[in-house]
């Protein structure tokens, strides 16, 4: 197969063929152009200053032969005063002319035919004459000026007449000569012209046949592939370089194909993974709906029967306590301990399946002032343990009152709780600003945490220590997380802290505290700095 020329080398032959043929005509153009520089400097410099020395050569021979007549006539030395002069403005125009024809042998037979007049005339009519009138008179002189004298001066006329003509005829030919240089170099001109011209309708019709269409079907093909038409094979006769071109985006819609084929199965893959998501996501929904039912209903339903448990077991208790034997004492207070951590137990738990379920809706919360309303519930505990309950800076945000209650209280009576048996307790609560997030930390110096059951203590009813050494049912620390959780946030034990347990929780930034800043932050000083904030501390001694 014979091998296509490229576009490349089709432009680089093209502009080396045109390059080449300006530059003969340049180079043919720059000749004529000095051909015609010359022929035009000779007609200027040369025919027109021959003519004019010419004419002002018969000028000063006529005066001559005047200022020869009238010496004649008067006598007068200064009448020759022409004669004088004219002679040496002849001897001048004589040789400069003699300068410029040069070249030119027939204005040299002229200009010495000229010469060779005047001084014929000037040795038998002029100096006779001069002599005649220095010598006799002018009457002698005047007899010496006859019609033979008059005939004498004829010739040089004549000579510098045929002078002016030889001088016409060469001013003629070298307009001629300047003329037909022009001409070629406006041929010379057009031809460069046509040159250009042709080059650009080759340049043209080459670049339509082998790469505007080409790219037009190119296009068009990409566009048909760009509508789903993934099938469509590309195929372009053209220069090799968009052949070439037309292939790799043909490798690249195979390439497309292939992976679109996978992407198909892929996402076949995903939709189905997605529909048995969906399925078990609604059967978790359904059961975990049925599971609270049961749980609210269960806690429910139990309180009445448990209630008389409780209730006939404390009549027991109350009858016959110290008219039976000292185990059927025992027994009894055995029963009315497990009816009443029954009921303990039914109650957190019903508190517990509630959250997110009976919602009052969003309102903004002011911890600071749900802090006074714990610190006021808990006093009585805090008196027990002669403990303190701090907190400083707390912020504002959307939430359930009663559910953000609940989870302060739960994290405090903890705090009070496991307190250490060297120390008084001491509780505080603080908050920070992290991001879109505000950061809580109930910290206490109480007994701590092992960093192993850092996750453990938010599981339901799980408990680290046995309930004779701590009382409580094991649900305070899952009911805080599900509070925090159904606000936004999460909670966590900070495993950094050493002395006492540090339990952080996060509440989101209400709208307006989020603007606030941005504000804050366009007006903040150009070294960065911001006064600090007033620090507020409440104290239940």
């Not at 006539?73 to 020759?80: W, Y």
């Not at 029963?335 to 303990?344: L, S």
């Amino acid at each position: 197969m014979k091998e296509r020329w490229t576009l490349r080398r089709r432009v680089t032959v093209l502009c080396a063929v045109v390059g080449g043929l300006l530059s003969l005509v340049a180079v043919l153009a720059a000749g004529t152009a000095a051909v015609t520089r010359s022929q035009v400097d000779t007609l200027v410099n040369v025919a027109a200053a021959l003519r004019a020395d010419s004419e002002e050569l018969l000028t000063k021979l006529v005066e001559q032969e005047s200022a020869v007549r009238g010496f004649a006539v008067s006598g007068d030395p200064a009448d020759l005063v022409p004669y004088t002069d004219g002679r040496m403005r002849e001897g001048e125009l004589l040789d400069h002319m003699a300068g410029l024809a040069a070249d030119h042998d027939l204005l040299e037979v002229r200009l010495r035919e000229v010469g060779e007049r005047t001084v014929e005339w000037r040795r038998s009519v002029a100096e006779p004459v001069i002599n005649a009138v220095r010598i006799q008179g002018p009457a002698a002189g005047q007899a010496l000026l006859g019609n033979a004298a008059r005939d004498a001066f004829a010739p040089v006329r004549a000579a510098v007449a045929g002078l002016e003509g030889e001088i016409q005829e060469f001013r003629e030919e070298a307009a001629a000569r300047a003329k037909d240089s022009s001409n070629i170099l406006v041929l010379l001109l057009i031809a460069a012209a046509v040159i250009v011209v042709v080059a650009g309708i080759a340049l043209v019709v080459s670049l339509r046949r082998l790469v505007i269409g080409p790219v037009t079907d190119l296009a068009e093909s990409v566009r048909r592939i760009a509508r789903g038409d993934y099938q469509h094979t590309i195929d372009t006769d053209a220069a090799p370089e968009l052949a070439q071109l037309a292939r790799d985006i043909d490798g690249m819609r195979r390439k497309i194909v292939a992976d679109l084929g996978e992407v198909r199965e892929a996402r076949e893959r995903v939709e189905w993974v997605n529909n048995q998501l969906q399925i078990q996501a609604e059967e978790l929904l359904r059961s975990n709906r049925d599971l609270e039912q049961f749980a609210y209903v269960a806690s429910h339903d139990l309180q009445e029967p448990l209630r008389k448990v409780a209730s006939f077991c404390q009549l027991l208790q109350r009858r016959y306590a110290g008219q039976l034997d000292e185990r059927a004492d025992q027994y009894i207070a055995f029963a009315v301990d497990g009816a009443q951590r029954m009921q303990r137990l039914i109650n957190d738990l019903l508190a517990f399946s509630r959250i997110g379920r009976m919602t009052t809706g969003f309102t903004e919360i002011d911890l600071n002032s749900t802090m006074s309303d714990v610190s006021g519930q808990l006093d009585s505990a805090r008196r027990y343990a002669s403990g303190e309950i701090t907190w400083s800076d707390l912020p504002t945000v959307q939430g359930e009152e009663a559910l953000l209650t609940t989870l302060l209280a739960n994290l405090v009576t903890n705090s009070l709780k496991f307190r250490h048996a060297d120390r008084l307790p001491r509780v505080h609560i603080s908050a920070r600003r992290d991001g879109d997030d505000w950061e809580i930390t109930c910290q206490d110096n109480g007994i701590g945490i092992e960093a192993e059951f850092a996750d453990k203590i938010f599981v339901i009813f799980q408990r680290l220590h046995a309930k004779d050494a701590y009382p409580g049912t094991g649900i305070g620390l899952a009911i805080a997380k599900k509070i925090v959780e159904y606000h936004g946030g999460r909670i966590w034990v900070d495993p950094e802290v050493t002395e006492g347990t540090a339990i952080r929780f996060t509440l989101p930034v209400t709208v307006e505290q989020s603007t606030q800043t941005m504000r804050t932050d366009a007006a903040e000083p150009p070294d960065g700095t911001l006064e600090p904030a007033d620090k507020t501390e409440v104290t239940t001694a």
